[in-house]
């Protein structure tokens, strides 16, 4: 009996390794053979000539059906051999051969020049979208300042002591001959920082709205901050008079100032650093007061509180 059961264990064990031996070849010769896949990539146009900018949004993504061997398309997955690639799609030989801005061109036709991108072992069967159409416009620049959108929050006892230097302070931006017209200047992405107790040296990103775009992405922001005090410091009033404004007299010349002055230039502040006035232009006999402005002070220093922010006037008799 027991050379029977060792005969039938010797028998089990031919057999199952004849069947992994089978299933091995089954799945190199699968594993040969040509399969499909489908994957999608980022997509990059190249080739634009500089005068042009497209007028509708190009696609972001392209999906595409490849051919290779099914042992290359396995690993590429288990690997992510195309993690962050990106295909680049040259229109320039299109532009140069068209005569008008509108420019359609078929992806399927670019299969070859794709192929290459992803290399020899590689052929790729369809692109969708399988065709574009694209609208040019010719591009418009113009120079404008770099403004800096800021959510400041300084620590206790800390200040910005001096004006915000940005480098550079302008730039040449491209884009839509509207869009550009009505661009005075652009922004850059916000600046926020909490409890700041030393000076601001970053780095910021340039949000740019529409089609506008420019080869300069961002900028350099600098903003000194040291230890400030609050000051007080009475200021007389100017009358700002022109030729067509009425004739007035103030009941009250002179308000308080209160400011905050980094600590380094204290004692030099003073009076003779400020120029507070009221526009005469703005009375009349419905208006009981006018507006105190703040017309010229020096850059380091914050107006916290003007008192009274408005005072009483008398229109002369002309």
């Given at each position: 009996?027991?050379?029977?059961?060792?005969?039938?264990?010797?028998?089990?064990?031919?057999?199952?390794?004849?069947?992994?031996?089978?299933?091995?070849?089954?799945?190199?010769?699968?594993?040969?053979?040509?399969?499909?896949?489908?994957?999608?990539?980022?997509?990059?146009?190249?080739?634009?000539?500089?005068?042009?900018?497209?007028?509708?949004?190009?696609?972001?993504?392209?999906?595409?059906?490849?051919?290779?061997?099914?042992?290359?398309?396995?690993?590429?997955?288990?690997?992510?051999?195309?993690?962050?690639?990106?295909?680049?799609?040259?229109?320039?030989?299109?532009l140069i051969s068209k005569n008008n801005n509108?420019?359609?061109?078929?992806?399927?036709?670019?299969?070859?020049?794709?192929?290459?991108?992803?290399?020899?072992?590689?052929?790729?069967?369809?692109?969708?979208?399988?065709?574009?159409?694209?609208?040019?416009?010719?591009?418009?620049?113009?120079?404008?300042?770099?403004?800096?959108?800021?959510?400041?929050?300084?620590?206790?006892?800390?200040?910005?002591?001096?004006?915000?230097?940005?480098?550079?302070?302008?730039?040449?931006?491209?884009?839509?001959?509207?869009?550009?017209?009505?661009?005075?200047?652009?922004?850059?992405?916000?600046?926020?920082?909490?409890?700041?107790?030393?000076?601001?040296?970053?780095?910021?990103?340039?949000?740019?709205?529409?089609?506008?775009?420019?080869?300069?992405?961002?900028?350099?922001?600098?903003?000194?901050?040291?230890?400030?005090?609050?000051?007080?410091?009475?200021?007389?009033?100017?009358?700002?008079?022109?030729?067509?404004?009425?004739?007035?007299?103030?009941?009250?010349?002179?308000?308080?100032?209160?400011?905050?002055?980094?600590?380094?230039?204290?004692?030099?502040?003073?009076?003779?650093?400020?120029?507070?006035?009221?526009?005469?232009?703005?009375?009349?006999?419905?208006?009981?007061?006018?507006?105190?402005?703040?017309?010229?002070?020096?850059?380091?220093?914050?107006?916290?509180?003007?008192?009274?922010?408005?005072?009483?006037?008398?229109?002369?008799?002309?």
């Amino acid at each position: 009996m027991y050379p029977a059961r060792q005969n039938i264990q010797r028998n089990l064990w031919v057999f199952f390794n004849c069947l992994l031996l089978s299933s091995v070849l089954w799945l190199l010769n699968v594993m040969n053979q040509l399969h499909t896949d489908i994957i999608k990539f980022p997509v990059e146009f190249v080739g634009i000539p500089v005068n042009l900018i497209p007028v509708n949004k190009l696609p972001e993504n392209i999906q595409m059906k490849i051919q290779a061997s099914g042992y290359r398309l396995m690993m590429n997955r288990l690997r992510k051999t195309w993690a962050g690639k990106i295909i680049k799609i040259d229109l320039g030989k299109d532009l140069i051969s068209k005569n008008n801005n509108l420019l359609a061109i078929s992806l399927q036709n670019k299969r070859h020049e794709i192929s290459e991108q992803l290399g020899n072992q590689y052929t790729v069967l369809s692109i969708e979208p399988d065709s574009l159409r694209i609208q040019f416009d010719l591009k418009a620049t113009r120079k404008v300042p770099v403004a800096v959108k800021t959510k400041l929050n300084f620590a206790k006892g800390y200040g910005q002591s001096g004006p915000m230097k940005i480098q550079p302070d302008s730039i040449t931006i491209v884009g839509k001959d509207e869009e550009i017209n009505e661009t005075d200047s652009i922004f850059t992405f916000i600046l926020s920082e909490s409890q700041i107790n030393k000076s601001i040296n970053r780095v910021i990103g340039i949000d740019f709205p529409g089609s506008i775009q420019s080869n300069q992405t961002e900028v350099t922001v600098n903003i000194p901050v040291e230890q400030v005090s609050e000051k007080q410091l009475t200021c007389p009033i100017e009358i700002i008079q022109t030729n067509t404004s009425p004739k007035i007299q103030l009941l009250h010349a002179q308000v308080a100032l209160k400011i905050r002055v980094p600590n380094s230039i204290y004692h030099q502040i003073s009076v003779d650093d400020f120029k507070l006035g009221v526009y005469a232009q703005e009375a009349s006999p419905t208006i009981s007061k006018l507006i105190v402005r703040v017309l010229i002070k020096p850059s380091n220093v914050e107006v916290l509180d003007i008192d009274p922010p408005a005072v009483e006037y008398l229109i002369k008799a002309m």
